[in-house]
T-cell receptor, first 113, second 114 residues
Framework: AQSVTQLDSQVPVFEEAPVELRCNYSSSVSVYLFWYVQYPNQGLQLLLKYLSGSTLVKGINGFEAEFNKSQTSFHLRKPSVHISDTAEYFCAVSDLSGNQFYFGTGTSLTVIP | DTAVSQTPKYLVTQMGNDKSIKCEQNLGHDTMYWYKQDSKKFLKIMFS???????INETVPNRFSPKSPDKAHLNLHINSLELGDSAVYFC?????????????FGPGTRLTVT
């Protein structure tokens, strides 16, 4: 089975500052990795995904993530955050069939004006 | 047009009651899901249906019973509600089970059991 850990439950950051949200996973098989965003009182939206190929993945809203197999990590980054980025961010891991799909516990990003 | 819709948006009920949450998707997807998000924002898959057939059934109490009358609908019925059932329930859909990561989520139903 797979699992995913988000070490930071809350991350406050000033507007226009860079941010990194950390995600580590464990799995005995090959995996796909994802980041989702949940704005207040809404469902989740896919931000970006790693399936194969380049380990640096670019997503929507200026976010990117890097798959590091040796460190089993998939950290999310943005060079300059906006107020509108305030949301809950979930890392997720899946086996290649999609039958095993797990979310992390989420990181609450708060952008401070 | 709403891609994945859920009704009701809010549901307040007493312990012991039976309630249902409805979900509909107009995306033409084959696969639908129910998730539970607890007060700590932890999100866990409960069920998944593909073409009206159950394919994922995580460990949830058998008081929870999903029903899929057709592939555009997946309803969740909960019997004998308990305080611990209070949560936000999300419905989602994807084109097929392998593309679970490209699932579209509904707006959620906030269930409060008193």
């Amino acid at each position: 089975a797979q699992s995913v850990t988000q070490l930071d439950s809350q991350v406050p950051v000033f507007e226009e500052a860079p941010v990194e949200l950390r995600c580590n996973y464990s799995s005995s098989v090959s995996v796909y990795l994802f980041w989702y965003v949940q704005y207040p009182n809404q469902g989740l939206q896919l931000l970006l995904k790693y399936l194969s190929g380049s380990t640096l993945v670019k997503g929507i809203n200026g976010f990117e993530a890097e798959f590091n197999k040796s460190q089993t990590s998939f950290h999310l980054r943005k060079p300059s955050v906006h107020i509108s980025d305030t949301a809950e961010y979930f890392c997720a891991v899946s086996d290649l069939s999609g039958n095993q799909f797990y979310f992390g516990t989420g990181t609450s990003l708060t952008v401070i004006p | 047009d709403t891609a994945v819709s859920q009704t009701p948006k809010y549901l307040v009920t007493q312990m012991g009651n039976d309630k249902s949450i409805k979900c509909e998707q107009n995306l033409g997807h084959d696969t639908m899901y129910w998730y539970k998000q607890d007060s700590k924002k932890f999100l866990k898959i409960m069920f998944s249906y593909n073409n009206k057939e159950l394919i994922i059934n995580e460990t949830v109490p058998n008081r929870f019973s999903p029903k899929s009358p057709d592939k555009a609908h997946l309803n969740l019925h909960i019997n004998s509600l308990e305080l611990g059932d209070s949560a936000v329930y999300f419905c989602a859909s994807s084109q097929d089970p392998a593309r679970i990561y490209e699932q579209y989520f509904g707006p959620g139903t906030r269930l409060t059991v008193t």
